[in-house]
């Protein structure tokens, strides 16, 4: 995969983060479509490829996001620093 085509995970964290509470998902999923496109690819410093859902669930898995009842927000465990 060419990255030049792909947007780092931070992008997406520091978008859930620009709201400072929870977001519905919907919403966020269409205000992350408006921002990175229709069917966008991410990267981080683990993996790449992933699409919106994939990147959103292995943030949760870490504790970087929180999905619960149709909500996302940040978790307790920070993002990393570089």
Same mark, same amino acid.
């Given at each position: 995969?060419?990255?030049?085509?792909?947007?780092?995970?931070?992008?997406?964290?520091?978008?859930?983060?620009?709201?400072?509470?929870?977001?519905?998902? &919907? =919403?966020?999923?269409?205000?992350?479509? /408006?921002?990175?496109?229709? *069917?966008?690819?991410?990267?981080?410093?683990? +993996?790449?490829?992933?699409?919106?859902?994939?990147?959103?669930?292995?943030? &949760? =898995?870490?504790?970087?996001?929180?999905? /619960?009842s149709?909500?996302? *927000?940040?978790?307790p465990?920070?993002?990393? +620093?570089h």
């Amino acid at each position: 995969m060419n990255l030049s085509h792909s947007f780092h995970g931070h992008d997406v964290l520091e978008l859930i983060a620009s709201r400072g509470e929870a977001w519905p998902l &919907a =919403e966020f999923t269409a205000l992350a479509a /408006a921002a990175f496109g229709p *069917a966008p690819r991410f990267h981080n410093c683990h +993996s790449q490829g992933f699409t919106l859902d994939e990147l959103l669930h292995f943030f &949760a =898995e870490r504790g970087k996001v929180t999905l /619960a009842s149709g909500t996302l *927000a940040m978790g307790p465990v920070a993002a990393c +620093s570089h």
